[in-house]
Every structure is written in C-alpha cells, then in structure tokens.
C-alpha cells in the first residue's frame, strides 16, 4: 500500500472541501454567527500565512486564549497543518496555574478572544516568551495599551486586519513526519498539578477516526460542542466533525443552561458533549422553562462518572440517550464509550447497567487491570483493580523542558508501568470489555480497610429527586481512619434532611457504607472543567468551613 502520513492538513483539506458547504455555528448576544467549512479553510490558509509573518516556523508553538467558536477551530486546523504546534490554554484556571502551563508550553504567539483579552493582559507580563498576540474581535484602546505595554510584546495585532489580505491558500507541508507534535494539552489538574501532553498528526488522525465511528457520527449530525476546545483535546470533536462532514455549533461564552437550550432547538442540534455538570443543569432548566430539543439524539458525557438518575432522566422525558464516555487528556482522551450490546432491549435492566458503566474500550485501546500486588486481574466484571491502558493515542510520556523538579519527574516517571500507561483509575472489566470504575485511585475511602466508592454513593444520593448535586469525599475518622462526607445540594425550597437522605440510601447501598456527616450547601466547588472539585472540599471541611451535621 501507499504511504501518506496521517495529518491534521488532511483532515483540514477533506473537511473544508468536500464538505465545504456544511458549517460552523458561534453562538453570539445576537444570536448565531455562521461560516462554511469553505470559508473556515480559506480562513485557516490565511492564518497559517499571517503566522509565518508572525515568524512562526518549525514545531514553534502557538497558543491560544478562546471560547469554543469558529476561529478557535481554525485555529485547530491551521496551526497543526502549518507544522506548528497548538497549544490551547485552559481559561479557566488558577493565575499561577495559567502562567506555568503557559510557559511550560513555551508559545511565542498567542491568539486570544476579545471578551478574554482584559484577564490575560493581566498575566502577559509574567509570560516573557509570548512577542506576539492576536486578538479576535474588537476591543477598546486601553485593552490594546495593556496588551502592549509588557516590553517582550512585539506586536498586538486584530485577527480579522491581521489575515485579511492574505491568500486563501496555503500549500500545507505534505512531508511533516506523521509522528510529529502537532497539538497539546495540559491535565486539568483534578488531583495535582498539571502535566502537558503532546499530540502527534498520527494520534489525532487516528483518534478522530475511532471516536466518530464509535460515537455513530454522522454528517447531517449538528454537534454541540460544549467540552471546551482546551479541555482534553475537545474530546477529538474538531477534527471529528471535520471527518465526518458533520456541522459544529460552538456556544462560545454562553455556556449557561438557558442559551444551550436555544441553541438546540434553534440550531436542531443532533448531538452534544460535555461534561455531567453542564448537562445536569440542562437538565434541570428542561424541567421548569423547557425548550424543544426533540432533534437531539444523544449527549456524549465524560471527564467524571455519569449520574444514572439523570441519564434516565434524559432519556424519559426527552427521548435523549447519554453515551457515557471515560478518558483522559493522556488519552487525547477516549477510552471507553459505553453503548450497550445490540441484544439489550433498551430500558431493560440489563441495558441500564451497560449503559451507566464507564463504557467498552474502544477499538485501538488496549487495557488490562493490575491487583496492588502487580498481579493481572481477569475480566470477569468483579476483580476491581488499576486500570493500564496502551494504544496509538495514549500519550508515553508527559512535555519537559528541562524546569521540573526531580520529585516531578519521578511523579511523571511512575505513571507509566512497561509501556503502558497507569490511568489512576479503579474498577472492573468485564469479558466483553466493559469498564466499570469504582473510583479515582485518590478519591476512593479507606473505611476500617474496606473500600467505599465515592462515586457510588453520590449516585445513590443524586437519585433522590429533592438532590440537585452531591458529592463525597472521605475525611480523617479516629476510629475508622476515612470515613464519608457527604455534601448535598438540595433544590429550592426543598426541607429534607440528612436523616432521610440516609434513610433513602439505606436500602441501596450496604450499611457500612452510609454516611455519617453531612453537610447542606449551596454549590459544589466545581473544577477549570467543571468536575466537582474533591480538593477544595477535603480543605473547606478540614478548615471548619462547612457546617456538617454527623448523625448517629
Ligand atoms: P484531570 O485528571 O486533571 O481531571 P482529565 O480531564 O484528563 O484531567 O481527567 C481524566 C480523569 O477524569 C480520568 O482519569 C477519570 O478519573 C476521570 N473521568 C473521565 N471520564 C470519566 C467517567 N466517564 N467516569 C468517571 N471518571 C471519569
């Protein structure tokens, strides 16, 4: 056979010509902004053309600053296929975090969305590497005086003024090493800090391909993409969509419930993806102001375990299937996708319990279950041990550049075991290659030597119709050494307490197993992403900061 390395170019090329008449949907306050994949491709060759400009050659890496939208994409597309690398930074995150990822990343070109441009003219000064920044849309004289005011910045230039003028064709490298870096991404820093990994032309290639098959993307599919472009590498999303010819809608920074439901019914999106939180609340809106989202077929869900509760709910009262998905950024990131064997009849018990598990490996993704003893445990659906993975997009190492400390390199070192990397991950699989976590390895409560899952109990808890969110986390007990804290948000108005949320859980989960403490609150801390954030739980109880109740 031919051999043509696997590139983003290709992607670009396929997506922007053969289906140049599908489109990409920015959600805008005035409603949506639309352009064509046509357009979109002569826009990326005019950005590739405007970044050489900028000095941008070899693997250099360009960053970027930006909600989902149309020149985020093109962004994702040009960058890669120029032979550059892109890195998008997560928004979202800590200053600190943003300026050692940043730096870490090493770009000297940033493209950031007007609407972002104030916070990071904050950071800029701190980010001696970055000569050139674009910025996308407009925005007032004082931004742009901030913007420039840090002597290492060379130039702020506007996107549109920057790439207009410059030819819509580009002659994109046909002889780039398919193994090279042509994007990155940081961990989102759940449970430490943030490691960076290195997406090759080959992985993303690859990965886009498996994803669409198995998450049955189509092209007259209109995907909602809510995962931020940052997040994990959008779940594979950009280049997926371009793969299959399917149309993007991207909700820019109208991530709130109500404009997600406008754009699904106005937009008739087909499919979304995010994360539990988002759709949760989605969920919660459909409840009391309603929308017609009855072109939707199916929200991916991943990034932390799916609440069964609102899967069914989903798919009861709005004819809407969750796929619940599990990866990680190392894994660029999809792991699992869990659709149900053909033979289950949908709704039946048997096809609930395949649907809410983590979902089966997908084809390219090997895995295999390690014992702490280092013993490989079988697929029989009860051995519950360390998930290890391997495969053409699962990342073998972590980016250095030479600044981390010897205790980061052990730490990067340590997650990789003979080839394989260690997911961090608890659970089971089952013989025909369903994983089931059980936990995070460090959310998972060492009571008296048994194990409680964490992500259990806030199941059970969330099946409780006055529960809006819960999340548990184990805390120091004298006796017992962990035991469960279980923090409930409950919906308006409601007056259940503690007593009979125990009492509702009783019947569902061993009695061992119940929490003791607990404590009504407003919101759950949410992660950059928006995963309940354990970390600032454990801190808030440990400070005194939550008003716990502890039954007896
Ligand atoms: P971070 O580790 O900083 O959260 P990632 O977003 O890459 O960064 O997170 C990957 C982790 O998220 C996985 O190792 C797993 O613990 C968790 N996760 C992802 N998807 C799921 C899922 N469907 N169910 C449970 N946990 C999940």
Redesign the pocket.
Known sequence: MQRTPLLISSILRFGTTLHGDQEVVTWTAEGPRRASYAEVGRQAAQLAHALRGLGVSGDDRVATFMWNNAEHLTAYLAVPSMGAVLHALNIRLFPEQILYIADHGGSSVVIVDNTLAGPFAGLLAHLPKIRHVIVNGPVDEATTAALSAPAHVVGVHDYATLISGQPTEYAWPEDLDEDCASSMCY?????GN?KGVSYSHRSNYLHALTAAMTLGIRQDDRLLVVVPLF??NAWGFPYLAMAAGATLVMPDRFLQAAPLAQMIETEKVSAGAGVPTVWNELLRHLETAGADVSTCRQLV??????PPAMMRAFQEHHGITIV???????MS?IGTVAIPPARCDEGSDEYWSYATA??RLVMGVEGRLVGPDGSKLPWDGESVGELEVRGPWITASYNRNGTESDGEVAEMAAKFSDGWLR???VGSLSADGFLR?TD?AKDVIKSGGEWISS?DLENAIMAHPEVVEASVVGVPDDRWGERPLASVVLRAGSSVTPEQLRDFLADRLARWQLPERWAIIDEVPK?S?G?FDKKVLRSRYADGDLDVQTLS
């Not at 961990?187 to 449970?191: K, N």
């Open positions: 961990t989102s820093g759940t449970t943030p997040h994990a869900v991943g990034g932390s375990a799916a619940h998905a599990w990866g990680m950024t190392e990131p983590q979902g997911t961090g991950d976590l995070r992500v992660t992403v995963k």
